[in-house]
């Protein structure tokens, strides 16, 4: 992103992107503790909580070199504040900024009776090809692909041991289940649910904030 801070922290429709983030989780009304893991030299993360209160969240400086030991850590947090083994627990990149509450309260409704959990995730649209030194290789059938997104959801003990048992192979929460032979629930995302990562999603992020601003304030007028 170019920029001296985390892109978490970066004002977007005015506020720093995590608030967006963390005031969509903060809206489900099942939610019972909310844990915020950063890096232990993050120096941004607890100012910007005070200048934006959120009630149901608490920050631990406890982040690992890898995001399974960031999760870890999130998981031994929760704990602390009373989770126990069973609860349901959500992991989201705070990057999603534009996850709504809807979305959350879907993946919620739809995995809470479910043996192993699962995930939000759009199928593929776009044709899919490998490639080797800038050429295609193949087409690759794209009719039972998926995209990831967060949040993933699943019980803590589970999570836990599983990425307690393949921390270095998981790039997600639902590939830590996969290798206990577990099959996560794909449960319907939505495009817009990206992770702000270049310049680009910048603006389209502060569009996509823009207009739901607009129909907030001619739904139920001026705040």
Not at 95 to 122: M, N, W, Y
């Amino acid at each position: 992103m170019g920029l001296d801070t985390p892109k978490q922290y970066m004002p977007l429709a005015g506020l720093p992107l995590v608030i967006h983030t963390l005031r969509a989780f903060g809206h489900m009304p099942q939610m019972g503790h909310g844990v915020i893991v950063v890096s232990p030299d993050d120096g941004f993360m607890a100012d910007v909580i005070k200048r934006h209160p959120q009630s149901k969240f608490k920050v631990f400086p406890t982040g690992g070199a890898l995001r399974a030991n960031t999760v870890l850590s999130g998981l031994v947090a929760l704990k602390s504040l009373g989770a126990t083994g069973n609860d349901w627990v959500m992991v989201h990149d705070a990057a999603r900024c534009l996850i709504t509450p809807s979305l959350i309260q879907q993946l919620f409704d739809q995995c809470q009776h479910d043996e192993v959990g699962g995930l939000l995730a759009v199928p593929l649209a776009d044709t899919l090809k490998s490639g080797s030194d800038g050429r295609v290789t193949a087409t690759v059938k794209r009719s039972d692909k998926w995209l990831a997104q967060t949040p993933q959801m699943f019980r803590l003990d589970n999570l836990f041991h599983a990425l307690t048992d393949a921390v270095q192979a998981v790039t997600d929460e639902s590939s830590a289940i996969e290798l206990l032979g577990q099959a996560p629930q794909l449960v319907p995302g939505a495009s817009f649910n990206f992770k702000v990562t270049f310049p680009e999603d910048v603006t389209l992020a502060e569009a996509i904030l823009a207009e739901r601003q607009t129909k907030e304030f001619q739904t139920h007028g001026p705040h």
